[in-house]
Structure formats: structure tokens, C-alpha cells
């Protein structure tokens, strides 16, 4: 895996350079800047494969740098590991806002580095897998119905790995600031046998705007589970009425279908579960609040996007 | 010579690696303290100089973020509480100057 590392400080890319040769990452290039990381992307015949990023650097910071490198064609999708000190760790949700999908604090701890690299290094390789598929034959479903991807809208949407990444970051007690809404497009797989990649990618895309927008005075972050299944993690305060979203995306979809309609594609259906909340003592794992969101999704019955006995069929 | 697991299977390579830092650490602590002791200079002048304040603040973010990953836990940890302390504005220039001398005095060890 051919790692490009940003750090103003030349003997801590050496060291981080010769931990990452130790855990079984020899290809690493170090740079001191921003500006030089913009660079060696641009100008890289072979194209990096991952990326850490430190925080706190003169100039651009690494979370304006992480925002430049998701616009790069071709570090859009990359495994994007913020490196930071705990005097930084606040900064950790900007960057996580910013499109990292992880972070590792300094000191570094070559257990903790092997491990973050080791996630890292089977997101890209997924991710390569994929582009490897979607090269071969663009016209046909090789995108996985299952597994989650990368939505084509703004920042308020992250990989599911890096907003797991990013409960786990949060922890148990500032998740009590927050819940889960999870939301199913119910007849995603008839979607996906009729539209090809990227009309299924875009479809699922629009979805998830449609909920961002709902959901906007709340923050809430969007992610792609798989399956037709979303999760917006979104902040507890201002109080998210469920009645009050599901009225604003039963308007949004209405609009959204009538668009694919006049396309001759088939609506979206899109169930809305009741919110994953945390209390403030509770053992479980933070991500737990997640999957009780998941699961709440697919005990509903509140279907959205102009439902009737009429097009049931499509489910 | 690395193994999958990610298994130095010559750790001898790494600890010369890690002796290597450590000495261009130490040949840097000369520098770092004066940095240090420059900042310290105007903040005497003015206890809320914002750029003196940042010099202080951004050389102990460096050094905690290296020292503790080559060795030197003792004075990372120094580092890195004058740099909590600072970037949390939880105390003002007196309350942490102490530390800082205090660094600054176990980077002249280094050093010499």
C-alpha cells in the first residue's frame, strides 16, 4: 500500500515512516506541507493508496488539507488517517466533517498504528477492488447490493466504516448528544435490478440528500449502509420530532418522484424508524446506537414517497 | 526484514532507527529551547502576547507528539501539558511559565 505522509515536523515523518515499515508498510513518502501533499497527488504517476494527516500544521491545518484532497480525483475515496496530539482531539470531529475516516493520537502506540493501518489498508483495498469491477464493465450491477459506498452529495454524508470510526471517536458519554435515525428504501433491490451503477449510486445519492435536508438544523451526518439502508446520526438538541422529518421527506420524495417518473424510472419507498438513543449510563459500545436505529427501521411501518396499494408492486 | 504480522523480525533494524531519532532529537533540543526562550522573553513583556503564546504552544505541540513516541516520555508529557494548558487557555502566562522553564531546563540537559 503506497502511503503519502503530512507532517511539518521532518524527524516525526522518520519515525512514523520507519513504525510504518515495521508493521509491514514500507512504500511511505513523507512531506512537510500542505501544499507539498497537494503536489505529490497531482503529480504522482502512481497513485497513493492512503493517507495520515497531521492536525495541527503551520499554514494549511490538516483538516483543510483533508477537505482539498477529497476534491482530488484521485484521493477522493482514499482511507484518510488523521494523526493528532490529545491536545487536539476536539479537532478530531472537524476532520472527521472534513472527510477523514479515522485518526490515531501522538504519542505513537505501534499496536494502535497497526491497527488503524490495518483497517485502512482493507478500505483500500476494497476500494480498488471495486474500481478494478467498475472499470471492466460499467453498464452492469457489480456495485455489491449489500455493502455500503460512498454517496455522491456534499459533506454532511461519510463512509459507514468512518462514521463508526467516528461514534467510537465520540464515545459513550458524548453520544448522549445524539441519536440515530436509520431509513430503508424499501424496494432498493428492485432498484438495483433495473438501474445500472451509477443509476442506483445516483439514486441512493438523491435519497440521502433528501434526508441531509430533513435533517439539516440537526447537523446529522449521512451514511450508506447497504441494502437500501441509511443512518443519519444527527444532534439530540434541537428536539427532532420523527412526525416533523417524516412530513418534510414525504414532500421532498413526492418531488424526487415525479422527477423519475417523467424518467420512466420507479419511485423510492423509503421507511423511517424510530431514533437510537443512548442514556447516560449505559455499557454497551457507542455504535450500538446505530444498529438499534437499523433495527428500529425495519420494525416500522411509516412508508414515505407516495405509497399505495398501486404501486406495492414495486416492492 | 518484516514479517506480516507486522513482526520486526529484525527489531535490531527499528532500535537503530529509534537511536538515530533519538539523537537528532537531542541535537535539536538546543534549538527547540531557543525558540522557547525567545517567546518567553516577549511574553515577560507582555504576558498576552498571542504570538509568543502560539511559538510556546506550537513548539510543545511538536515536542509532545515526538518525544513520547521516541523515548522521552518524561518530557513529552511536559510538553504536552503546557500544550493542553495553553491550547485550553486554563491558565494564564504565570501559571505556566513554571512549566516551561521547566521544560526548558530538561532540554538543556539534553542538549549538553
Known amino acids: 500500500m503506497k502511503i503519502l505522509v503530512v507532517d511539518d515536523d521532518p524527524i516525526f515523518c522518520e519515525l512514523i515512516s520507519a513504525e510504518l515499515a515495521a508493521c509491514g508498510f514500507k512504500e511511505v513518502h513523507a512531506v512537510n506541507s500542505g501544499a507539498a501533499a497537494i503536489s505529490s497527488v497531482r503529480e504522482s504517476s502512481n497513485p497513493f493508496e492512503c493517507i495520515l494527516l497531521d492536525i495541527d500544521m503551520p499554514g494549511m491545518d490538516g483538516i483543510e488539507l483533508c477537505r482539498l484532497l477529497r476534491a ?61 469491477v467498475l472499470v471492466q464493465n460499467t453498464s452492469t450491477n457489480t456495485l455489491p447490493f449489500e455493502e455500503p459506498f460512498q454517496l455522491q ?56 440528500e433528501v434526508i441531509a435536508e430533513a435533517l439539516v438544523i440537526n447537523d446529522a451526518i449521512v451514511s450508506y449502509v447497504g441494502s437500501g439502508f441509511f443512518v443519519a446520526l444527527a444532534k439530540r438538541i434541537p428536539e427532532v420530532s420523527v412526525e416533523e422529518i417524516a412530513n418534510q421527506i414525504e414532500m ?15 419511485p423510492v419507498l423509503v421507511k423511517i424508524g424510530s431514533p437510537g438513543a443512548r442514556g447516560i449510563v449505559n455499557l454497551s459500545a457507542a455504535t450500538e446506537i446505530l444498529d438499534t436505529a437499523l433495527q428500529n427501521t425495519k420494525e416500522s411501518t411509516t412508508v414515505l414517497g407516495g405509497y399505495s396499494p398501486e404501486n406495492s408492486k414495486c416492492i | 526484514m ?58 510543545c505541540h511538536k515536542i509532545a507528539g515526538l518525544a513520547g513516541s ?43
Open chain 2, 2 to 59: 518484516v514479517d506480516n504480522s507486522g513482526n520486526t523480525s529484525d527489531a535490531g533494524e527499528m532500535n537503530q532507527v529509534l537511536r538515530q531519532l533519538r539523537a537528532k532529537f537531542v541535537s535539536s533540543c538546543q534549538e527547540r529551547m531557543e525558540v522557547l526562550s525567545a517567546a518567553t522573553k516577549d511574553l515577560r513583556v507582555d504576558t498576552e502576547n498571542p504570538d509568543a503564546l502560539a511559538r510556546v504552544r506550537r513548539e
Open chain 1, 153 to 208: 452529495i456534499d459533506l454532511s454524508c461519510m463512509d459507514y466504516l468512518a462514521l463508526q470510526n467516528y461514534v467510537l471517536k465520540l464515545g459513550a458519554m458524548r453520544m448522549f448528544s445524539y441519536i440515530a435515525i436509520a431509513f430503508q428504501v424499501i424496494n432498493a433491490r428492485q432498484l438495483y435490478q433495473t438501474l445500472d451503477n451509477s443509476g442506483f449510486r445516483d439514486t441512493m445519492s438523491d435519497v440521502a
Open chain 1, 252 to 266: 421532498k420524495l413526492q418531488t424526487l418522484n415525479d422527477w423519475y417518473s417523467d424518467l420512466d424510472q420507479m
Open chain 2, 70 to 112: 521516541i523515548g522521552f516520555a518524561a518530557v513529552g508529557d511536559l510538553a504536552e501539558d503546557i500544550d493542553i494548558k495553553l491550547k485550553q487557555k486554563q491558565v494564564v502566562w504565570a501559571g505556566v511559565e513554571p512549566r516551561v522553564q521547566e521544560l526548558m531546563a530538561r532540554l538543556r540537559d539534553m542538549a549538553n
Open chain 1, 72 to 132: 482530488e480525483p484521485s484521493t477522493t475515496g482514499l482511507p484518510i488517517v488523521m494523526v493528532t496530539a490529545r491536545s487536539e482531539i476536539e479537532s478530531v470531529d472537524k476532520a472527521f466533517a472534513a472527510g477523514a475516516t479515522d485518526y490515531l493520537t501522538k504519542p505513537i502506540d505501534r499496536r494502535e498504528l497497526q491497527g488503524r493501518m490495518t483497517m485502512a489498508s482493507g478500505m483500500a483495498r476494497e476500494r480498488a477492488a471495486r474500481k478494478a
